[in-house]
Nanobody
Framework: QVQLVESGGGLVQPGGSLRLSCAAS????????LGWYRQAPGNKRELVAS???????NYADSVMGRFTISKDNAKNTVYLQMNSLKFEDTAVYYC??????????????WGQGTLVTVSS
């Protein structure tokens, strides 16, 4: 069993900042990739940012230069620093992890989601 627990969402004004965290726990042998996705009402879930085991990052064009993904391997935690937030960043943000378990099974796991609302 592997779980992802997210935190850090909330209400913020345009131009403000938030930091999301996602901690993985359970029968983890290795974490192969981590990412943040978001889904706004009426929209499909989309990739926001991802980070590989070696630290390589990838960002959606819409967040490039404003959001930063990082990870703490010792804590099995991934972060999303969101700056210069815009109305259109309002969405439920989901953490995603691709994990090899202690039983050497490959799993893709999702967090429960955390709501980010950008509003004045």
């Amino acid at each position: 069993q592997v779980q992802l627990v997210e935190s850090g969402g909330g209400l913020v004004q345009p131009g403000g900042s938030l930091r999301l965290s996602c901690a993985a726990s359970g029968s983890i042998f290795s974490i192969n990739a981590l990412g943040w996705y978001r889904q706004a009402p009426g929209n499909k879930r989309e990739l926001v940012a991802s980070i590989t085991t070696s630290g390589g990052t990838n960002y959606a064009d819409s967040v490039m230069g404003r959001f930063t993904i990082s990870k703490d391997n010792a804590k099995n935690t991934v972060y999303l620093q969101m700056n210069s937030l815009k109305f259109e960043d309002t969405a439920v943000y989901y953490c995603n992890a691709r994990i090899t378990t202690l039983a050497f099974k490959y799993l893709e796991v999702w967090g429960q989601g955390t709501l980010v609302t950008v509003s004045s």
